[in-house]
């Protein structure tokens, strides 16, 4: 494609964006939960995202669905290969019952 020329296909005009418009792509990642605490999870990923940045967790843990805003605190490997630490930043009521429930049945 080096050297083609594009027609025009534009049906409205574009303008430059300033420096400060920013947005937020949203990408789902397959992930495994390899461990999980009340503060956070180790998960296994074949494309980890980047430290520092925020993501959703949606997964099942036991019979109920579970879901909180993680940060991505760290990489590194685990199960053999990519994996990132993450901690939980919001959660509601509910879902911190889900997850409280099912670390006690994992612990007894």
Not at 1 to 15: D, T, V
Not at 18 to 24: A, K, P, S
């Amino acid at each position: 494609m080096e050297g083609q020329s594009w027609s025009e296909r534009r049906r409205s005009p574009r303008c430059a964006a300033r420096g400060d418009v920013l947005c937020r792509v949203d990408v789902r990642l397959r992930v495994h939960v390899v461990d999980i605490s009340a503060t956070g999870a180790l998960l296994a990923t074949e494309t980890p995202p980047q430290v520092g940045s925020a993501a959703l967790l949606k997964s099942g843990l036991g019979a109920s669905t579970f879901a909180s805003e993680v940060e991505i605190r760290r990489t590194g490997e685990a199960a053999g290969g990519p994996a990132v630490g993450v901690r939980f930043t919001d959660m509601d009521e509910r879902n911190r019952h889900v997850l409280d429930q099912f670390l006690r049945k994992a612990s007894s």
